[in-house]
């Protein structure tokens, strides 16, 4: 079955860096699109960063230009690279597959399934 496994997260100050992994499984996984998404304590569920099945990418704009979100097909890995990490970054980031294969990215939570268990990022001041 569909499986999603995050990894990466942990403590950092702010300004530091992290690399979380999304490793995926029981799919095609180069015909999907994939997002990375967060969640803070007592608000809903946000969209980082989407990367599209040829690589186009698509970023929340609190985001664009610290985050990079990247894949790599062969091994079944969704990247994100986070730098200068921001206290408000604070969440538990979840990796998630877009519903239905080939389709395009979106920022909305319910076009994506399959959610991992998330890995926790903390970025103190």
């Known amino acids: 079955q569909v499986q999603l496994v995050e990894s990466g997260g942990g403590l950092v100050q702010a300004g530091g860096s992290l690399r979380l992994s999304c490793a995926a499984s029981g799919f095609t996984f180069s015909t999907y699109s994939m997002g990375w998404f967060r969640e803070a304590p007592g608000k809903e569920r946000e969209f980082v960063a989407g990367?599209?099945?040829?690589?186009?990418?698509l970023y929340a704009d609190s985001v664009k230009g610290r985050f990079t979100i990247s894949r790599d097909n062969a091994q079944k890995l969704v990247y994100l690279q986070m730098n200068s990490l921001k206290p408000e970054d604070t969440a538990v980031y979840y990796c998630?597959?877009?519903?239905?294969?080939?389709?395009?990215?979106?920022?909305?939570?319910?076009?994506?399934?399959?959610w991992g268990q998330g890995t926790q990022v903390t970025v103190s001041s």
């Open positions: 990367i599209n099945w040829s690589g186009g990418e």
């Open positions: 998630g597959r877009r519903k239905g294969y080939r389709l395009p990215l979106t920022a909305r939570d319910y076009d994506y399934a399959s």
